[in-house]
């Protein structure tokens, strides 16, 4: 089954640190792949998506993601945090069974330290 | 522009009561619909989704039904809630092969 793995539950790192958040899926065909962002109480708004072409994808907020095929992974990353990005980030593909559904994976809550 | 519309934002409701949670889709047509719930401290589970007018599939087994009277009209629907469906439920649609997703600002649904 197609699903999307995301290992890290919860992660905590310091203002102006890196951060990398894990994506793993699992996807016979080529992967449509997404990354949300979910503030407190509030929806979800879209970070960065992948459909072909370069493997790397700039997304808003400073946010990036690459896309690795060996590796079946799409790791989103910043340079540098602030505590602004403090919310849960999910991991997305789309799934083709019949018609098109976005499947999540279970999302990474960050907190930021100050 | 293209919009979705999702209320109420907060509810509060007994268990036993029935449910009615609405969506609405302006400025595109035909579009796949979807609702998705987000249970405290998990994840967003797609509980349905549909490609017509009346065609709904269900994704998991559960006390909730949904249904779409009209192109751009998406409910969520329960004879009688259960302390489980409280959650954060999200309305979201996209438009044939694009596969852009638009989300609603959701519903939180407290099941007391």
């Known amino acids: 089954a197609q699903s999307v793995t995301q290992p890290d539950i919860h992660i905590t790192v310091s203002e102006g640190a890196s951060l990398e958040l894990r994506c793993n899926y699992s996807?016979?065909?080529?992967?449509?792949l997404f990354w949300y962002v979910q503030s407190p109480g509030q929806g979800l708004q879209l970070l960065l998506k992948?459909?072909?072409?370069?493997?790397l994808v700039q997304g808003i907020k400073g946010f990036e993601a690459e896309f690795k095929r060996s590796q079946s992974s799409f790791n989103l990353r910043k340079p540098s945090v602030h505590w602004s990005d403090a919310a849960e980030y999910f991991c997305?593909?789309?799934?083709?069974?019949?018609?098109?559904?976005?499947?999540f994976g279970q999302g990474t809550r960050l907190t930021i330290n100050p | 522009s293209q919009t979705i519309h999702q209320w109420p934002a907060t509810l509060v409701q007994p268990v036993g009561s029935p449910l009615s949670l609405e969506c609405t889709v302006e400025?595109?047509?035909?579009?796949?619909l979807y609702w998705y719930r987000q249970a405290a401290g998990r994840g967003l589970q797609l509980l349905f989704y549909?490609?017509?007018?009346?065609?709904i599939s269900s994704e998991v087994p559960q006390n909730l039904s949904a249904s779409r009277p009209q192109d751009r009209q998406f409910i969520l629907s329960s004879k009688k809630l259960l302390l489980s469906d409280s959650g954060f439920y999200l309305c979201?649609?996209?438009?044939?092969?694009?596969?852009?997703?638009?989300f609603g600002s959701g519903t939180r649904l407290t099941v007391v």
């Open positions: 997305a593909v789309v799934v083709i069974q019949g018609a098109q559904k976005l499947v």
């Open positions: 400025g595109t047509s035909n579009p796949n």
């Open positions: 992948y459909f072909s072409g370069d493997t």
């Open positions: 979201a649609w996209s438009v044939g092969q694009t596969y852009g997703y638009t």
């Open positions: 996807y016979g065909a080529t992967p449509y």
């Open positions: 549909s490609v017509g007018i009346g065609q």
